[in-house]
């Protein structure tokens, strides 16, 4: 009987470990966040960096043309 439990838990542990690589495979996440989801927010992120790159030159040109 102890080992039926055993086989019934392991049996689960794999349902869920297949299940996991599923959703990754499908969609880039375990969590079943999409890939263009993930896309669109690293484009967001790099945008807003270039942003503030661009505005700190911007501001450095700035002061160095007052120096």
């Known amino acids: 009987m102890c080992s039926d439990t055993r086989l019934k838990s392991k049996g689960q542990e794999i349902s869920y470990r297949i299940e996991k690589y599923r959703r ?18 690293n484009i967001k992120q790099q945008q807003q960096q270039q942003q503030a790159e661009e505005e700190y030159y911007l501001f450095c040109g700035t002061i160095a043309g007052e120096l």
């Open 24 to 41: 990754l495979s499908m969609t880039g996440s375990v969590y079943g966040m999409e890939k263009s989801k993930i896309v669109a927010m």
